[in-house]
């Protein structure tokens, strides 16, 4: 079970940092990403970290914004948002992948588990 949590509402230019708890499997076996989906959109790739924590992918529209990191200790993925702008404004849910090339899986959403979503807002 994943449960993603540390949406809310915020001005453009300002920061959240969003979490995402995992029980119930072996964390640390797990890659782990970030998607968002906007209304009427599809949902999109956001970002991505490998099981080992040394690998990460970022979309081109959040790169050097947003990054990605886990704590296997706390079986939780953390995406910290800064200099948001309006155009981030999406339901952001998290993701799990098993296997080989886990951050390209999970770039390309083949993903194992979805977790809830939790809604960003980001006003102008």
């Known amino acids: 079970q994943l449960q993603a949590s540390g949406g809310g509402l915020v001005q453009a230019g300002g920061s959240l940092r969003l979490s995402c708890a995992a029980s119930?499997?072996?964390?640390?076996?797990?890659?782990m990403g970030w998607f968002r989906q906007a209304p009427g959109k599809e949902r999109e790739f956001v970002a991505a970290?490998?099981?080992?924590?040394?690998?990460?992918d970022y979309a081109d529209s959040v790169k050097g914004r947003f990054t990605i990191s886990r704590d296997d200790a706390k079986n939780t993925v953390y995406l910290q948002m800064n200099s948001l702008k309006p155009e981030d404004t999406a339901v952001y849910y998290c993701?799990?992948?098993?296997?080989?090339?886990?951050?390209?899986?999970?770039?390309?959403?083949?993903?194992?588990?979805w977790g809830q979503g939790t809604l960003v807002t980001v006003s102008s």
């Open positions: 993701a799990a992948a098993l296997g080989s090339s886990v951050v390209a899986k999970i770039k390309r959403l083949a993903v194992d588990y």
């Open positions: 119930g499997r072996t964390f640390s076996n797990y890659g």
């Open positions: 970290i490998g099981w080992s924590g040394l690998i990460t």
